[in-house]
C-alpha cells in the first residue's frame, strides 16, 4: 500500500521566513495530493492540493510542487506569520481513496 | 466551519463498553472519512463510504464498524473498548470520494479509562 514520509517533524523559522516542508510518496498511481494544518483542538483544515497533471500550485503565500518521477511534493510557506503556527500534514491518495496522511510537521513562526 | 459535524465532541467512558460516533457530511457530499488520530500520532485511515457502500478499508479494528445511512450521515462504532481506544477520531467528507478535497470535522476525543 501507499507509504508516506515527511521532513521535517519539526521546523521552526523566524516570522517573515519561508518554511518548506518535504513530503515522499511510494505508491506512482496515488494522483492527488492535499495538505492539510491543523492547529490545536481542531480539526485539519485543507490549505492547498495538486493534482498530478500539475507540477506547481500557488494560492498567496503557499505553494505546492509535486515532481511524479521522483514521487515528491513539497509545501512551500513565504513570509511567515505567527498564525502559520500548527502542525501540517501531507497526504496522498488514489482518486481520493484511502487517503494516507504523512507524520506531520510541526512548524514554529517565532515572532 | 468544514460544514462537517460531528457528535459528540468529547466521550469518557470505561474499558469493555461500546460507544457511537455520529458525522454529517457537508451538505451535498457522498463520501464519508473515518481517521483515529492517537496522542503524537499522525492520521490513520480507517474506512471510507460512499452513498451507502463501503468504499476503502484501512486499519480498522474488527471491534469497530461503520456504516453510511441513506441520509449520508455516518456513524462509527466502537466495542469492547480497550485504553488504548482513547484518541481523536475524525470524520471527513468529500463529494464523490474520488479525486476531489476532503473536509474534516472537528473531531471526538474519545478517552477511554
Known amino acids: 500500500g501507499e507509504n508516506v514520509e515527511q521532513h521535517p517533524s519539526t521546523l521552526s523559522v523566524q516570522e517573515g521566513d519561508s518554511a518548506v516542508i518535504k513530503c515522499t510518496y511510494s505508491?506512482?498511481?496515488?494522483?492527488?495530493f492535499p495538505w492539510y494544518k491543523q492547529e490545536l483542538g481542531k480539526g485539519p483544515q485543507l490549505i492547498i492540493d495538486?493534482?498530478?497533471?500539475?507540477g506547481e500550485k500557488k494560492d498567496q503565500r503557499i505553494a505546492v510542487t509535486l515532481n511524479k518521477t521522483a514521487k515528491h511534493f513539497s509545501l512551500h510557506i513565504t513570509e511567515t506569520q505567527p498564525e502559520d503556527s500548527a502542525v501540517y500534514f501531507c497526504?496522498?491518495?488514489?482518486?481520493?481513496?484511502?487517503?494516507?496522511f504523512g507524520p506531520g510537521t510541526r512548524l514554529s513562526v517565532l515572532p | 466551519d468544514s460544514g462537517v459535524t460531528q457528535t459528540p465532541k468529547h466521550l469518557i467512558t470505561a474499558t469493555g463498553q461500546r460507544v457511537t460516533l455520529r458525522c454529517s457530511p457537508r451538505?451535498?457530499?457522498?463520501?464519508v472519512y473515518w481517521y483515529q488520530q492517537s496522542l503524537d500520532q499522525g492520521l490513520q485511515f480507517l474506512i471510507q463510504?460512499?452513498?451507502?457502500?463501503?468504499?476503502a478499508k484501512g486499519n480498522i479494528l474488527e471491534r469497530f464498524s461503520a456504516q453510511q445511512f441513506p441520509d449520508l450521515h455516518s456513524e462509527l462504532n466502537l466495542s469492547s473498548l480497550e485504553l488504548g481506544d482513547s484518541a481523536l477520531y475524525f470524520c471527513?467528507?468529500?463529494?464523490?470520494?474520488?479525486?476531489?478535497?476532503?473536509?474534516f470535522g472537528q473531531g471526538t476525543r474519545l478517552t477511554v479509562v
Open positions: 471527513a467528507s468529500s463529494v464523490d470520494g474520488e479525486d476531489t478535497e476532503a473536509f
Open positions: 505508491d506512482s498511481a496515488s494522483n492527488y
Open positions: 495538486i493534482r498530478s497533471n500539475v
Open positions: 497526504a496522498a491518495s488514489n482518486y481520493g481513496q484511502n487517503f494516507v
Open positions: 451538505s451535498g457530499d457522498l463520501s
Open positions: 463510504y460512499y452513498n451507502g457502500e463501503e468504499r
